[in-house]
């Protein structure tokens, strides 16, 4: 079952969206637009009638409101007063490593099928070391256990990802969404690359994306993907190529029925490359 992210044009390049009870993570630097995402991943659940949760460090109820309603997403103030929407800001000094405040906070305010939110994840592992990854896997599993999350994390602005507080959410995430905002006089101000998305399909490439009023994210190249994607015709393609099914090993040919249900020109190209070979 797939979780729609609520972001225009993204469902499309995910194979349908996220999968259920997953982690997923958002890296981008700061102003790439993470937090805007969060938010509209979660009134995309709220407006399916999911409960959501969001947990930050540096964001309290007030200023998740003033972002939102910038937006104008009005409507973020009636799913918190009737406690649809959670909003609790923990303080990094506080919180003793991935601890049991922030896990029985999602614990309890989840009914296991609940859209949960950390914006940002940086704060909490920002001391991590490579011996923490058990910790971090533990945490995730737990979250997957309460619902689907979403995980933001900074992406430092001189680019090294090789941190272990990076690698390792990095690594441990289902998928991974890097957001990446170029400056002014570029020919797309803004991008996004899906980097992986475990268990699933997903488009490969860069495409821009818009933060635009009311709408909020916007990605551009869903049309152009999904054209391209298609179904492709086995029994033609042998036809075409004169090759006999039965002249292919049963395991190969299985292989290229599951390759030609879900793909594009490119994968075509490849069927015909395997096809030809048993000429
Ligand atoms: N109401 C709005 N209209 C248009 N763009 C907006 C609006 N709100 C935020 N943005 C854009 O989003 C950027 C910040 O996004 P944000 O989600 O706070 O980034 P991050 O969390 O990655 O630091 C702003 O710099 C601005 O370009
Ligand atoms: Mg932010």
Redesign the pocket.
């Known amino acids: 079952m797939r979780i729609s992210t609520g972001i225009y044009g993204l469902d499309e390049l995910l194979g349908g969206g996220y999968l259920k009870n997953t982690v997923n993570i958002i890296l981008?630097s700061?102003?790439?637009?993470?937090?805007?995402f969060a938010l509209q991943y979660l009134l995309k659940g709220l407006e399916d009638g999911e409960k959501a949760i969001y947990v930050s460090f540096d964001m309290d109820v007030e200023d998740v409101i003033q972002v939102a309603t910038?937006?104008g997403w009005f409507e973020i103030e009636d799913y918190i007063n009737n406690n649809m929407l959670l909003i609790n800001k923990f303080f990094a000094e506080n919180v003793t490593y991935l601890n049991d405040n922030l896990i029985n906070f999602i614990v309890e305010n989840s009914d296991g099928n609940t859209r949960i939110v950390i914006d940002s994840f940086t704060p909490l592992i920002a001391s991590l070391s490579y011996e923490m990854r058990n910790d971090v896997n533990w945490f995730f599993a737990k979250l997957k256990e309460y619902g689907t999350a979403l995980i933001s994390l900074e992406e430092p602005l001189n680019g090294d990802l090789s941190d272990p507080s990076i690698v390792i959410p990095l690594f441990l995430g289902d998928s991974v969404i890097q957001l990446k905002s170029l400056g002014y006089g570029e020919a797309f101000n803004r991008t996004l690359r899906i980097v992986k998305h475990r268990r699933s399909w997903h488009a490969e490439g860069v495409f821009p994306y818009r933060?635009?009023?009311g709408i909020g994210i916007y990605v551009e190249g869903a049309s152009y993907v999904e054209e391209s994607r298609k179904k492709i015709d086995l029994d033609a393609v042998f036809d075409e190529l004169g090759v006999s099914k039965s002249s292919i090993p049963e395991k190969i040919l299985r292989r290229l029925e599951v390759l030609a249900k879900n793909s594009d020109e490119e994968a075509e190209r490849i069927i015909i490359e395997i096809v030809k070979r048993y000429r």
């Open positions: 981008g700061t102003g790439t637009g993470k937090t805007v910038s937006l933060i635009l009023d």
